[in-house]
């Protein structure tokens, strides 16, 4: 009995590390990056300084902390243009983009 409760203990601590480690496979990063560009780049910008949507350059997104962009990628912004990504991508994933984007410029990605 103790054995297994030990056993469960570092199954849950494991997926508790996987979780805050998790970065998007190489295959899922290049799958954001394009939605980045062809998806996102529709509304903000094909290199993100503005269009129908605000800009998304690092300078923009100073000050605005993840977790509340992350909720705008995943659950849009309700009475503007902003969509939903949920059904995309998971939340480490909307928390990669937003790395991707406070990171170095677009352009040189
Ligand atoms: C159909 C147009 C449209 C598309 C497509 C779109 N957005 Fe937006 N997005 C907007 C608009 C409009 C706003 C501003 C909402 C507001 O007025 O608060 C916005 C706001 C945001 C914000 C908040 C910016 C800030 O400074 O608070 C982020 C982050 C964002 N979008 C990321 C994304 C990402 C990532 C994608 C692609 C996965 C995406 N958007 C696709 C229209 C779009």
């Known amino acids: 009995m103790k054995t297994m409760k030990l056993l469960l203990c570092l199954t849950m601590l494991c997926s508790l ?3 805050l480690a998790a970065e998007p496979s190489p295959e899922r ?3 954001l990056r394009d939605l980045l560009k062809n998806d996102c780049g529709a ?3 094909l290199t ?3 269009g129908m949507g605000p800009a998304l350059l690092p300078e923009n997104l100073t000050g ?3 977790e509340f962009l992350v909720a705008t990628i995943l659950n849009g912004r309700k009475g503007t243009a902003m969509p939903p990504w949920q059904p995309f991508m998971n ?3 909307a ?3 937003v790395g991707v984007l406070r990171g170095t410029s ?3 990605k």
């Open 64 to 66: 605005k902390p993840d």
């Open 43 to 45: 509304c903000h910008g």
């Open 29 to 31: 990063q290049t799958l």
């Open 17 to 19: 590390q996987t979780g």
């Open 48 to 50: 993100l300084q503005g």
């Open 95 to 97: 928390l990669w983009l």
């Open 106 to 108: 677009y352009q040189n």
């Open 91 to 93: 939340q480490d994933e």
